[in-house]
């Protein structure tokens, strides 16, 4: 029997965590779902225990590739999933992406989002992401930035760690393809909460551009 592990990352997601949870339980291959509390300062690991996940508290926040890392090396899968805390409902979705790996057509799939509700940034980061993932490893990505991805085990062991900051699914995915490893995009009805055109909306993206920037200089080097 293959064992499939969903793995969530979160940080004070009291407010989504436990509808993420609920709903990647409507998914019937997986084994476990884990969900890592990277430090919250509110309720995350609560609602995610009373939800049914297995959760790890990590006391100091470690950012999203940080916590992966250091928790991933001690669970036994055959298939991992990593998503969102804040998918909510739509989490059982990802059984979309698990698919291709049971069926042996991919090595790693990534979750292809509807377009976004409200207007969000200008493309920028996405833009950026995408052109290095083509130019770097040859492999054009609808969507370069998404989080949710099922990934076998042999790949994860070949990648070795998951990067830092906001561009740990870009490190990933241009890491994974400059191993042979076979990567495809799956269409989903995903939806997680959109930033918009504000000032928090802009910041974030203004800190997302930047590790993103870091991780495309630092693999342009390799």
Same mark, same amino acid.
């Given at each position: 029997?293959?064992?499939?592990? /969903? ?19 409507? *998914? ?5 779902? #884990? ?66 790996? *049971? ?25 950026? /992401?995408?052109? /290095? ?5 040859? /492999? ?29 699914? #870009? ?52």
């Amino acid at each position: 029997m293959i064992k499939i592990v /969903a793995l969530v990352s979160a940080y004070n997601e009291g407010e989504q965590i436990a509808k993420t949870v609920n709903s990647l339980g409507k *998914i019937p291959d997986l084994t476990r779902i #884990v969900v890592i509390d990277d430090g919250s300062v509110d309720d995350t690991s609560e609602k995610a225990r009373e939800a049914g996940a297995n959760v790890i508290r990590l006391e100091k926040n470690l950012g999203k590739g940080g916590a992966l890392s250091k928790v991933v090396k001690e669970l036994d899968y055959d298939v991992l999933l990593l998503v969102d805390a804040d998918l909510g409902d739509s989490a059982v979705e990802a059984r979309k992406i698990i698919k291709p790996l *049971i069926d042996g057509d991919a090595d790693m799939a990534i979750a292809d989002f509807p377009k976004p509700k409200k207007k969000g940034g200008f493309g920028l980061v996405k833009g950026l /992401a995408r052109w /290095a993932i083509e130019r770097i490893a040859g /492999a054009r990505m609808n969507e370069p930035l998404s989080g949710q991805r099922a990934v076998k085990k042999s790949v994860i062991d070949s990648v070795g760690s998951f990067g830092n900051g906001f561009g740990v699914e #870009v490190g990933m995915t241009i890491d994974v393809l400059r191993r042979g490893f076979k990567v495809i995009e799956v269409p989903t009805l995903m939806s997680h909460a959109e930033t918009g055109r504000d000032i928090k909306g802009f910041i974030h993206r203004g800190h997302q551009f930047l590790d993103v920037l870091k991780v495309i200089l630092n693999r342009l080097r390799d």
